[in-house]
Nanobody, 123 residues
Framework: QIRLVEAGGGLVQDGGSLILSCAASGGTFSMYTMAWFRQAPGKQREFVAG???????TYSDSVKGRFTISRDNVKGRMFLQMSSLKPEDTALYYC?????????????????WGQGTQVTVSS
């Protein structure tokens, strides 16, 4: 089992930047593949970025070049550095973990979820 708590969301202007964090506890963080998902009102939850145990970090096409995912296995932390934010990035952002080696884009493949942190980008 692992517990995940997100932080760092807020209100930012179009073109601005934010850094989200995910703190893990209750499990061996280094044995989980981690990912960020987001869900806008009335929309399905979508994959944003993944940090697998095996392989390279991955990004959705919509955020590639603007977002950077990273993880610190010693401290049990994951981050999402966001820049050039757009109004369409507005969503509730979730930290997720799965007991597998590879990053996948389907939310149903992840076993543990945080409560989410809201990111709102104004125009």
């Amino acid at each position: 089992q692992i517990r995940l708590v997100e932080a760092g969301g807020g209100l930012v202007q179009d073109g601005g930047s934010l850094i989200l964090s995910c703190a893990a506890s209750g499990g061996t963080f280094s044995m989980y593949t981690m990912a960020w998902f987001r869900q806008a009102p009335g929309k399905q939850r979508e994959f944003v970025a993944g940090a697998p145990l095996i392989g390279r970090v991955t990004y959705s096409d919509s955020v590639k070049g603007r977002f950077t995912i990273s993880r610190d296995n010693v401290k049990g932390r994951m981050f999402l550095q966001m820049s050039s934010l757009k109004p369409e990035d507005t969503a509730l952002y979730y930290c997720a973990a799965r007991s597998g080696s590879f990053a996948v884009t389907a939310g149903g493949q992840y076993d543990y979820w945080g409560q989410g942190t809201q990111v709102t980008v104004s125009s």
